[in-house]
């Protein structure tokens, strides 16, 4: 299974493993040629960040007089920031950690506005600024803010609708009732064929991974419960068609596919699945949907996809 290559772009496959080495140079090129396709360079800056956070010294001094290399600078700083803090709820982090995590973080506003600046008809600044500003803490009013500066640039871009449904999920700044209202208006105005209608299917996989973080029932029990529910498939069902019907390529259908899919697996839709999986093939998020299902998400997909009958 290749854990987090839930996207497609075969051009930043390539360069990915000589940013890890160090050679950031190809990293930046890519950047730079996505300019104006916004999907693109939001996944490229995001997949770049993650390679690249070891080397937030060595971009800095990319970015003295780069628009490119600002926004990803900021983004890899964030990126740096996060591994710091680690994935547990707040109360789990020790003051230290928090405090470097703060530190680090911090750090990141400034190359992000700086970059936003620069290129006003970007949106990708405005989305690493969601990430930020959940870190720091900022409050709701500035996340709203930064979220009304990113769709007045790009109303469809769907990591900048990822990252909103983490700030409007209960863990962090809203609650189960907004992050599922936020979820179906986005389907509700998606284009159709556009992947970002799986926002519902994320919204409920956070909601139902909260359920499981709070009883001691089997984390497979509670998705199939919680997904087995008709007002919840129902939802499903309408905004994995609107996605279906005319659906055209984009780097993030793999990951809408495993969203959809994985929620019609835990309900008990196995044709659903089946179609919608046998497309994702091997290629998996690191995160959700099937860590909710188990600390092994690999292992866990991969028994599913036997279970499909899928190779």
């Given at each position: 299974m290749r854990l987090g290559r839930s996207w497609d772009d075969p051009a930043l496959e390539q360069v990915l493993p000589q940013v890890k080495a160090g050679r950031l140079a190809p990293g930046l090129e890519l950047i730079t040629r996505a300019r104006g396709d916004h999907e693109l360079r939001a996944l490229r800056v995001e997949q770049l960040a993650i390679a690249a956070a070891s080397y937030t010294d060595r971009l800095s001094r990319l970015a003295e007089d780069n628009a490119d290399a600002l926004v990803w600078l900021g983004a890899a700083r964030i990126q740096q920031a996060w591994l710091i803090r680690g994935g547990s709820y707040a109360a789990y982090v020790g003051e230290d950690r928090f405090a470097r995590f703060r530190e680090v973080l911090s750090s990141a506003a400034g190359s992000l506005q700086q970059a936003a600046q620069a290129l006003p008809d970007d949106p990708v600044p405005w989305d690493r600024l969601q990430w930020h500003g959940i870190g720091m803490q900022v409050g709701r009013r500035e996340l709203d803010r930064v979220w009304s500066e990113l769709i007045a640039r790009d109303p469809h871009l769907y990591i900048g609708h990822y990252s909103r449904a983490q700030a409007l999920c209960a863990k962090w700044y809203g609650s189960d009732e907004?992050?599922?209202?936020?979820?179906?208006?986005?389907?509700?105005?998606?284009?159709?064929?556009?992947?970002?209608?799986?926002?519902?299917?994320?919204?409920?996989?956070?909601?139902?991974?909260?359920?499981?973080?709070?009883t001691e029932q089997s984390a497979q029990?509670?998705?199939?419960?919680?997904?087995?529910?008709?007002?919840?498939?129902?939802?499903?069902?309408?905004?994995?068609?609107?996605?279906?019907?005319?659906?055209?390529?984009?780097?993030?259908?793999?990951?809408?596919?495993?969203?959809?899919?994985?929620?019609?697996?835990?309900?008990?839709?196995?044709?659903?699945?089946?179609?919608?999986?046998?497309?994702a093939g091997r290629r998996m998020p690191e995160i959700l949907p099937w860590s909710a299902a188990s600390v092994l998400p690999g292992r866990r997909y991969a028994q599913v996809r036997r279970l499909l009958g899928l190779t």
């Open positions: 907004q992050v599922l209202a936020f979820a179906r208006n986005v389907t509700a105005s998606a284009r159709p064929g556009d992947p970002v209608t799986a926002m519902v299917a994320l919204a409920h996989f956070e909601i139902a991974w909260s359920e499981i973080n709070g029990d509670v998705l199939e419960a919680y997904f087995g529910e008709s007002g919840v498939a129902d939802s499903l069902i309408e905004a994995a068609e609107k996605w279906r019907d005319g659906s055209r390529p984009h780097p993030r259908a793999l990951d809408a596919m495993h969203l959809f899919g994985a929620a019609f697996y835990f309900g008990g839709h196995l044709t659903r699945a089946q179609r919608l999986l046998a497309g």
